[in-house]
C-alpha cells in the first residue's frame, strides 16, 4: 500500500469531539486521549459549549506519531458513549 497522505509524522494534529453536554461526557473522552497519546497536556485542550448548552465541543491538539494511531484514536472515540462527531 502506498502512502498518500501529505503528512509527515511526527505533526501537531487537532482533533474536535461534539457531543451533548453530561457531567461525565469530558472524562471518558479524556480517557480515550490518554490512552493514545501518551505526551498530552492539559495546556492543549481547550472545551466549549454550544450557546444553548445542549452541546459541548473539545479540541485536543495532539502531536500524531503515525496514521495508524489517529485512526485508532478516533475509531475509539466515535464508539465513545455521549459522542456524537469528531472532526
Do not use: C, W
Amino acid at each position: 500500500m502506498v502512502d498518500e497522505s501529505p503528512l509527515v509524522f511526527p505533526t501537531d494534529y487537532p482533533i474536535k469531539v461534539v457531543g451533548r453536554s453530561e457531567a461525565s461526557l469530558r472524562s471518558r473522552i479524556d480517557a480515550v486521549f490518554h490512552a493514545h497519546v501518551a505526551d498530552l497536556t492539559a495546556e492543549r485542550i481547550s472545551e466549549r459549549a454550544s450557546g444553548q448548552g445542549n452541546f459541548t465541543s473539545i479540541t485536543y491538539n495532539i502531536v500524531a506519531r503515525s496514521r495508524e494511531q489517529v485512526t485508532a484514536l478516533v475509531h475509539e472515540l466515535t464508539r465513545t458513549p455521549g459522542v456524537l462527531m469528531v472532526i
